[in-house]
């Protein structure tokens, strides 16, 4: 399977522990997004990463959050001191090209549950 | 301001029915793409079309087809014959040239009864 994949699929932890999620996108795709999904919502961008710079961060990114893409390759997403409302389905896509308005594509997602 | 409106919350047809999904858009930019994917039960959302603004033509693939009118900012979307497996959460999404950040609408979900 060459498309975008997310580690783990679910995720349950206890209110304040901290959790991070990984995504690998398609190899050759230079931008890395990150999208928080609730029920019944349309997915809200969290950051935009091109290669491995961040080039745009959501106010929705708290302090508790961080972002990184090391290499230009694969990303991760740090909550720290998670909260109740942070349960979401975390999305991770990519995409190629120079422009920002190319496809996306999209991976199967993290769900996290926070209790 | 970018904002993206889809006032269907779920929608039920019967197999073979023809059933059309809209969208609104809100934007002050002159160039900007329209999207739309497929979200099925499995999660993993699916692109199905982008449009940018400046081509205003309808384009059909398959039993998909979509209408895209800037005079009433919609891009709306209509699957001819429905399927069971075209049940799913539909999202339409838009992006500016000068943004880097989709805007998602709140989706529709649509129910194919077989």
């Known amino acids: 399977d060459t498309g975008v994949s997310q580690n783990p699929r679910h995720k349950i932890t206890k209110r304040g522990q901290n959790v991070t999620f990984r995504c690998d996108p398609i190899s050759e795709h230079n931008r890395l997004y990150w999208y928080r999904q609730t029920l019944g919502q349309g997915p809200e961008f969290l950051t935009y990463f091109q290669n491995e710079a961040q080039l745009e961060k959501s106010r929705l990114l708290s302090d508790r959050f961080s972002a990184e893409r090391p290499k230009g390759s694969f990303s991760t997403l740090e909550i720290q001191r998670t909260e109740q409302g942070d349960s979401a389905m975390y999305l991770c896509?990519?995409?190629?090209?120079?422009?920002?308005?190319?496809?996306?594509?999209f991976g199967p997602g993290t769900r996290l549950t926070v209790t | 301001a970018q904002k993206v409106t889809q006032a269907q919350t779920e929608i039920s047809v019967v197999e073979k029915e023809d059933v059309t999904l809209d969208c609104v858009y809100e934007?002050?930019?002159?160039?900007?793409?329209l999207f739309w994917y497929k979200q099925p039960p499995s999660g993993e959302l699916v692109f199905l079309i982008r449009?940018?603004?400046?081509?205003?033509q309808n384009e059909i693939s398959g039993r998909y087809s979509w209408n895209f009118q800037k005079s009433t900012s919609s891009f709306n979307f209509t699957i001819t014959a429905s399927q069971v497996v075209d049940s799913a959460v539909y999202f339409c999404a838009l992006i500016t040239n000068t943004g880097n950040q989709f805007y998602f609408g709140t989706g529709t979900s649509l129910t194919v009864i077989p």
């Open positions: 449009r940018n603004s400046f081509d205003e």
């Open positions: 934007t002050r930019d002159t160039t900007y793409y």
């Open positions: 896509a990519s995409s190629l090209g120079g422009g920002p308005t190319g496809e996306q594509y």
